[in-house]
């Protein structure tokens, strides 16, 4: 299958314990992930010895990954050997790191080493990011033209006097806009026409986060949207949440209160990204589309920069 190069979601640090394994499927393929004292790693799912299964045959020992079928040890670029005698072929292994609470893997279909970086974020003040997944049937390209698709704002999330403060921008890898709006929530005052802004950001087509204040800024909430291309036909979403609130916390009454508002804000716009599961399932895939309008035109041309020629196919070429 086709993949844009980029960094994707694996899954949330907290699901992998010091010295365990798991298997995943990303990219028409299988993969493990493993988790050392210090680090993270990805590899294919298949021992290069005779075909064990890493996932069910993996043990992490020290900072290698074993196969418990005839003990040969991988290092984290896939170097396996058993008493001095070195496998030929290495393990497929992917760059892979820890942002947000989320472990990502850098994946590129000609193998090139990672060209961007995940953007720095301050973690000062906020909730521990909390995560939920969904796989479905869609595109990463379509979930990540959200942001450049200005129409939905209003008929997918009811915001309602919609101003940019900075209009769709690509620079490179990243994407960004910023919005300033009134939220019609659909509840009775006075959390209704709640005025908000939010800025969004992508980097490739894995990684994009938004963060919104409302409420004169006080509420403060970042949402990670992370599509993982599956396969052909399936992309899983990680979807993060995490809030702070500015100013100042009072005595205990005020702290629940802050607490009871902070968890509906929370739900709020929980609920809010839900809505967009029907943009990403209710549509033709990408490319069968044209696209009558500017920014999603500039899009479609951003997205096609992330294309990269595998390494076998280079050769042959
Ligand atoms: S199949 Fe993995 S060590 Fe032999
Ligand atoms: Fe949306």
Redesign the pocket.
């Known amino acids: 299958m086709s993949v844009h190069f980029g960094w994707y979601a694996v899954m949330p640090l907290a699901e992998l314990g010091v010295g365990k394994v798991k298997g995943f499927r990303f990219a028409g393929e299988d993969w493990v992930v493993y988790r050392t004292e210090h680090s993270v790693h990805v590899t294919e799912n298949r021992?290069q010895?005779?075909?064990?299964r890493l996932d069910r045959?993996g043990v992490v020992v020290g900072d290698r990954l074993q196969?418990s079928?005839?003990?040969?040890q991988f290092d984290a670029d896939g170097r396996g050997e058993r008493k001095g005698c070195a496998l030929h072929q290495r393990l497929k292994a992917l760059p892979a790191r820890v942002h947000s609470g989320m472990i990502f893997a850098w994946y590129d279909p000609a193998g090139e080493a990672p060209r961007f970086d995940l953007p720095a974020l301050d973690e000062q003040g906020w909730s521990p990011m909390s995560f939920r997944v969904v796989e479905l049937e869609t595109q990463p390209e379509l979930i990540m033209q959200d942001l450049v698709d200005g129409a939905h704002f209003e008929t997918i999330h009811d915001y309602r006097n919609i101003t940019y403060k900075k209009r769709p921008t690509f620079e490179e890898h990243k994407l960004s806009i910023e919005v300033l709006f009134d939220w019609d929530t659909g509840l009775p005052a006075p959390v209704n026409n709640v005025p908000a802004r939010f800025t969004s950001e992508a980097h490739g087509l894995g990684y994009q986060h938004t963060e919104t204040w409302s409420a004169g800024e006080r509420y403060h909430t970042r949402h990670l949207v992370l599509p993982v291309p599956v396969d052909e036909n399936t992309t899983r979403v990680y979807l993060g949440v995490c809030a702070r609130v500015h100013g100042r916390v009072g005595r205990l009454g005020g702290r629940v209160l802050q607490s009871a508002a902070h968890h509906f804000i929370v739900a709020m716009f929980k609920r809010d990204i839900a809505r967009d599961a029907r943009l990403w399932v209710d549509t033709y895939p990408f490319e069968t589309t044209t696209a009558p309008d500017a920014d999603v035109a500039a899009f479609r041309e951003w997205v096609a920069a992330f294309q990269s020629t595998p390494k076998a196919l280079q050769e042959t070429a």
């Open positions: 021992c010895h005779l075909g064990g045959t196969c079928l005839h003990g040969y």
